[in-house]
């Protein structure tokens, strides 16, 4: 393959990809306005017209925004790699350091610092007038800048030891730097799983012991009755952010800790909470957690693995705008440029694995849905899913096609109609 032939085909892959996504969100925008006159029939005693208008209004509104991100991310990527962003930045990384390795470094963070500056601004956005609009931002933009400041130090704690060995593993095992690297990954990734209970969430929210004593006795019955060890329950201050509740595990094996939401916990009567929880130990149960997390380990050696032929060719650093690698500049400095060129074009050209991704996600929410079934009332999970939909204004109509495409659970209308089979 050309240079030039590979250019073509990443553009032609990325035109095809933004426009799939903006036509998606048309469709989704067209379905919801539709149906905004009505709440669904299955619904009309649950949910109130003004609410299922709020619901319809909030996500066409992030949908519309979620439009001009998608132009925003084309245009952004196609100035990094073609339009030779990454090269002119390679070059200013260049003067500065000699030895090849630092460049690199250099190099990827300096590219991560700029895109993350490009896309703050929509972050915030997001954050301080759609979430606002609606009611449900309750950050202050002093912790918004807080919690940036804490995920820098985070990431370059975490993240230039990691980087730095990645490209020092890339230079110095030869042909299968890849599996050393993956052996890497996945033992830094295990280790972030380990310590983010204890060590990086509490950087974020207070987690305090559950008080409510009758709300506690129901659940560890719960726990018992399926056989599930958890070192503790935790009521997280997820109100100091959103509106939006929730409720989650965290950790391994015995140190499992079992975390809701004080948004959940207010909104949910005990039945509800023990139904949520229910279906939440159906994810342990069934083996999601670990089948999700070895899917995603297959996946990321495939990754590397195909960077490692990549990397070996002129074409695909060419053909997205670098020339380093032709020149000669240092083993390193290249194999940095591969890395930062391969991970920035990747969604590109995997986007048909998202749809995938989400159906297999789907499943398994269906089937913490059955779990949750048979230890508790579906009643009370379908009276606790209704709730969660109203506070969080989730569209009750969403396109289906967008739907099949993007939600990692089930539509509303989908997923009651199978609780109520149960
Ligand atoms: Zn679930």
């Given at each position: 393959?050309?240079?030039?032939?590979?250019?073509?085909?990443?553009?032609?892959a990325?035109?095809l990809?933004?426009?799939?996504?903006?036509w998606?969100a048309?469709?989704?925008?067209?379905?919801?306005?539709s149906?905004r006159?009505?709440?669904?029939?299955?619904?009309?005693?649950?949910v109130?017209?003004?609410?299922?208008?709020?619901?319809?209004?909030?996500?066409?509104?992030?949908?519309?925004?979620?439009?001009?991100?998608?132009?925003?991310?084309?245009?952004?990527?196609?100035?990094f790699?073609?339009?030779?962003?990454?090269q002119f930045?390679?070059?200013?990384?260049n003067?500065?350091?000699?030895?090849?390795?630092a460049q690199?470094?250099?190099?990827?963070?300096a590219?991560?610092?700029?895109?993350?500056?490009?896309?703050?601004?929509?972050?915030?956005?997001?954050?301080?007038?759609?979430?606002?609009?609606?009611?449900?931002?309750?950050?202050?933009?002093k912790?918004?800048?807080?919690?940036?400041?804490?995920?820098?130090?985070?990431?370059?704690v975490?993240?230039?030891?990691?980087?730095?060995?990645?490209?020092?593993?890339?230079?110095r095992m030869?042909?299968?730097?890849?599996?050393?690297?993956?052996?890497?990954?996945?033992v830094?990734?295990?280790?972030?799983?380990?310590?983010?209970?204890?060590f990086?969430?509490?950087l974020?929210?207070?987690?305090?012991?559950?008080?409510?004593?009758?709300?506690?006795?129901?659940?560890?019955?719960?726990?018992?009755?399926?056989?599930?060890?958890?070192?503790g329950?935790?009521?997280?201050d997820?109100s100091?952010?959103?509106?939006?509740?929730?409720?989650?595990f965290?950790?391994?094996?015995k140190?499992?800790?079992i975390?809701?939401?004080?948004t959940?916990?207010?909104r949910?009567?005990?039945?509800?909470?023990?139904?949520?929880?229910?279906?939440?130990?159906?994810?342990?149960k069934r083996?999601?957690?670990?089948?999700?997390?070895v899917?995603?380990f297959?996946?990321?050696l495939?990754?590397?693995?195909?960077?490692?032929?990549?990397?070996?060719?002129?074409?695909?650093?060419q053909?997205?705008?670098?020339?380093?690698?032709?020149?000669?500049?240092?083993q390193?400095?290249?194999?940095?440029?591969?890395?930062?060129?391969?991970?920035?074009?990747?969604?590109v050209?995997?986007?048909?694995?998202?749809?995938?991704?989400?159906a297999?996600?789907r499943k398994?929410?269906f089937?913490?849905?059955a779990?949750?079934?048979?230890?508790?009332?579906?009643?009370d999970?379908?009276?606790?899913?209704v709730?969660?939909?109203q506070?969080?204004?989730?569209?009750?109509?969403?396109?289906?096609?967008?739907?099949?495409?993007?939600?990692?659970?089930?539509?509303?209308?989908?997923?009651?109609?199978?609780?109520?089979t149960?």
């Amino acid at each position: 393959m050309t240079a030039s032939q590979f250019t073509f085909i990443f553009i032609a892959a990325l035109a095809l990809t933004t426009l799939a996504k903006l036509w998606l969100a048309r469709r989704h925008l067209a379905h919801i306005a539709s149906h905004r006159a009505a709440v669904p029939e299955a619904f009309n005693q649950k949910v109130r017209l003004a609410e299922h208008q709020k619901a319809a209004d909030y996500t066409s509104a992030k949908t519309r925004f979620d439009m001009l991100g998608a132009l925003f991310d084309a245009a952004l990527l196609l100035a990094f790699t073609v339009g030779g962003g990454i090269q002119f930045i390679a070059d200013i990384c260049n003067g500065w350091f000699s030895a090849p390795i630092a460049q690199g470094l250099a190099t990827i963070v300096a590219v991560l610092v700029l895109y993350s500056l490009l896309e703050a601004p929509f972050n915030i956005y997001r954050t301080f007038v759609i979430e606002a609009r609606f009611g449900f931002n309750k950050m202050t933009f002093k912790l918004y800048l807080l919690d940036a400041l804490k995920g820098i130090l985070i990431g370059a704690v975490l993240g230039l030891p990691l980087v730095l060995g990645v490209l020092w593993l890339m230079g110095r095992m030869g042909a299968y730097w890849w599996l050393y690297v993956w052996v890497v990954w996945v033992v830094f990734n295990l280790l972030i799983l380990f310590i983010y209970p204890s060590f990086i969430a509490p950087l974020f929210n207070k987690f305090s012991p559950m008080q409510d004593e009758a709300m506690k006795s129901r659940i560890e019955s719960l726990l018992n009755r399926c056989g599930f060890t958890a070192q503790g329950l935790f009521v997280m201050d997820g109100s100091k952010r959103s509106a939006h509740g929730n409720a989650y595990f965290t950790g391994f094996g015995k140190t499992k800790r079992i975390v809701f939401f004080d948004t959940l916990l207010e909104r949910l009567s005990i039945n509800e909470v023990e139904a949520v929880l229910a279906h939440e130990l159906g994810h342990f149960k069934r083996r999601h957690v670990v089948k999700r997390i070895v899917a995603t380990f297959a996946l990321s050696l495939g990754f590397l693995w195909l960077l490692g032929l990549l990397m070996q060719t002129a074409w695909f650093y060419q053909g997205l705008g670098v020339t380093t690698h032709s020149t000669g500049s240092g083993q390193a400095q290249s194999t940095a440029l591969a890395f930062l060129l391969f991970f920035m074009t990747l969604p590109v050209f995997s986007f048909l694995l998202g749809p995938v991704m989400s159906a297999y996600s789907r499943k398994h929410e269906f089937e913490a849905d059955a779990y949750a079934a048979k230890q508790t009332d579906a009643a009370d999970l379908v009276n606790a899913l209704v709730k969660l939909y109203q506070d969080n204004a989730a569209t009750l109509t969403p396109d289906p096609l967008y739907s099949k495409f993007y939600d990692s659970h089930p539509p509303a209308m989908v997923r009651i109609a199978h609780l109520q089979t149960q």
